[in-house]
């Protein structure tokens, strides 16, 4: 069995913890976040004849003032950068936030995961804008925490990355 | 011929010159060559370097076969080399020896834990003692597992789980967990262990080195033993003892070393680690709760030191309450005057003592006299009182058993039986003892007292009537005789019991016809006869006096008359006392 870290990260409200919510069964609750600054949760997956065991470390929602803390980021096989579509500075801040997490821990896989799909047409984050960040080679994945659209996905997608990340 | 060949030959200096150079590189052409390497070898740096370096091992083994002349050169140079490596980074240096130091640091550490599981199933087995019921109450009470509350009462400690965990990623590599114990998920346990580690890590910026060691809450603590690729965590619950830390040390230090290779490559990938948890599972100790032992060597102590406390006081106390005691019982004994007593290291006793008073070392008992070394100053004195005075009468009047003595005021009371003789002598000297006014012996019986009295008077009444002028007994006179030899004998015996002397006098008499001369001898005649009588029928010789006394009695008108009551004998009873009468029996 393969164990891996995949760190969730983005600013306050996007989302993060719903998402796992939605993909696991929790064993801690959600004050971890505001005592420790990170929740984890466990999610056992086989890709292909490979079981894999995610421990998802989600990290406290962080604004554009707040410093990462990048003890929590240590040895994670990569991260979930998540944004919420309807405010387009919380992909300002992801983006800050991954610049953030390069300094301090060297380049790592990771997804842009634009949030709160079911309200696409709230999103304040543009298809341009989208497009471009595309183009620069960031992954893209979209999902709804409310709907569950897309959530298996994203974390399935992200270990199979890591996956393929390691054997390279 | 070449165009330089021309030069040459149209230049004679020249030509002269080259054609040495071609005599020379003719004759040594190939020692030339090597000596132009060799220049080149030497002369250049790098050829030179590389060629020490061929030859530099192989040198360094030469010298150091033939002294220590390398290893004094290098000691210095690896020492400040060493210490310019820690000074950088001193971690490689650390992770080097963090396999070999631990192992070596503690091996002569001993362990010895009681086996957890015994001590489980002896509480259990106890579960009907009152101990056993309280903690069930207690369990009731608190809402926790019976099992759970018995542990916590017969163990120090127990180690419910141990976590090895990637420091690097907080993945678990490990885990293992004691029976019963409640387990939350290992994997998400051990991530937020490492979280928390992290988060004081950064929050009191201690380095992950001095990071967190222990996680204490309640009764339960997670003991965290930190090594280069790894973390050790043990849930216990109760006191770690110092043997479980040193183990859970050792622990991460074997698995350094045993995984060295899969820590240092660690990806994600479980697979090495898969029986990593049978190295963990050493580490699931658990300590019975020693019996609490009473500290009874402090309770002896403590219980010594006070009986020895109280002992001397009770002594100190007992001591001065004794010696007022002994001077009270002195003081109230009869024939004594304690006058004053002092210390002078041995206790000193003053005053008076009747010669007649018991010894004073009787009074207080030998013992406590001894113990007490007293020192006695009495001078004697003539006590009058009662017992005193008593005991003057009885040691000069002596009276015989059967007498007691008693004193009223001063009147001394004889009671009981007593010799005639005795008292006599007791009515004589009583008063003049000190303290004696009267002698009362109304209540004393004298021995023997009627016997005596009886053959008294038989004999008083006894008398024998004689023919005139003879001194011949009649046979009619002869029977009186008989009642008298009995009397006699009874007299002796009786005066032996009484402690009297008597005498018996047998006194003959005549009338006054006849000159008196005669009539004395006729008299003695008629009393020796009568005498002879007797002692021939077993009267007592001793007790027998004959005595003729004449015609005394003959007075008055008709004295010189024949008279038939005066020829007789008479019987006159003498009584004295024993030691007056006869001082040698």
Redesign the interface.
Known sequence: ?????LCMVGAFSVGKSSLVQRYVQS??SEK?HTT???K???KDIALGATPV?L?I?DLAGEDHFSAL?P??M????GYLLVADGTRAHTLDAALDLNRQIEASQGPLPFALVLNKEDLIDQWEITPPRIEMLERRGVKLLRGSAKSGAGVQAMFEHFASHSLKE?AS | MSLADARVKSDPANQTTSEWQRLRSLLLGAEQASLHALAAKVGNRDNLARSVASVLAEATAIRAGQDDGITRVLAPIINDGLQQSVRGNPQPVVDALYPIMGPAIRRSIAEALADMMQAFNHAVEQSLSPRALKWRIDAWRTGQPYAQVVLLNTLVYRVEQVFLIHRETGLLLGHAQAEHAVVQDPDMVSGMLTAIRDFVGDSFHVSQEDGVEAIRLGGLSVQVRVGPKAILAAVVRGNASESLRARLSETLERIHHSHAVALSRFDGDMAPFANVARDLEPCLLAQARERRRSPWRAYVGIALVVAGSAWWLIERHESAAEWSAILTQLEHEPGFVVVETGRDGAHIVRGMRDPLARDPRNVIGAERARAYEIVWDLKPYLSMEPPLVLARARLLLKPPDGVTLRLAGSTLRASGIAPEAWLREARRRAPLIAGIVTFDDGAVDVKNREALNRARQTLTEATLYFEPASDAVSDSQLAKLDTVVPSLIVLRDAAEAAQMAYSVDIVGRADAPGSSEFNLRLSQSRAEAVRRYLLAHGAPAKLLHARGIGAIDAVGPQANEADDGQRRVNFEVIAASAEAADPAP
């Open positions: 069995m393969i164990h891996l870290k064993m801690f971890y420790v600054g990170v984890i949760d466990k065991r421990l470390w803390r003890t929590f240590r040895g994670a096989a390691r």
